[in-house]
């Protein structure tokens, strides 16, 4: 029997732990830490386009759950138009 796939892989929560951390649990856009808000790792440049940045935490910025989709509204917009 296949087994079934984990939705997130590890690496890539391992991966965001460290962004998390190095930014010391802190929104890089409005400054608010994980007590306040759900945070979130965002890739600063698209993972789909640089597949070896995707677990490169120098490509990773520390974003709560509302910043981050604001800025995947402005910020992967032109990335996925140009992508299709
Ligand atoms: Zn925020
Ligand atoms: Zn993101």
Redesign the pocket.
Known sequence: MPRPKPLIPKTYLDWQQKVLARDLFT??????NHHQ?QLEAHHIKPYYKNPKLRLDINNGKT??????KEQHRKGWKNAQKTNN
Request: aromatic share 0%; proline share 0%.
């Open positions: 929104c890089q856009i409005c400054g608010k808000v974003l709560c759950n509302t910043c981050h």
